[in-house]
């Protein structure tokens, strides 16, 4: 997993800072859902994306956006070469 710090719009308009994860290998069975609800244990999730497109090694990867700088540390301390769905 990687991480880097970039502002997004929220709901009324105004920018927050967010943090948005790089999650790679995913399994060809875990949906985005999946996929958010794993790292919202860990802190406040704001988006959570699997492109269509493959890596050009043929992995899946995905995309979670995290609230706070603390939350996606958090995160990447408890998940980085967690097992998920035997991916």
């Keep these: 997993m990687t991480n880097s710090g970039n502002r997004s719009r929220s709901g009324n308009g ?8 790089f ?5 060809e069975g875990l949906h985005w859902k999946g996929l958010w ?16 497109e493959l890596a050009l090694d043929g992995a899946r ?5 995290i609230a706070s700088r603390f939350d996606a540390l958090r995160a990447i301390e ?3 070469g967690f ?3 035997g991916s």
């Excluded at 999650?23 to 399994?27: E, F, G, R």
């Excluded at 609800?37 to 269509?52: E, K, N, R, S, T």
């Design 14 to 21: 105004e920018w927050r800072q967010v943090w948005t994860l």
């Design 23 to 27: 999650v790679w290998n995913l399994s």
């Design 37 to 52: 609800q794993c790292f919202d244990c860990h802190g406040v999730v704001v988006d959570a994306f699997i492109p269509v």
């Design 61 to 65: 990867f995905g995309f979670v956006c």
């Design 78 to 80: 408890h998940l980085d």
């Design 83 to 85: 097992v998920l769905y």
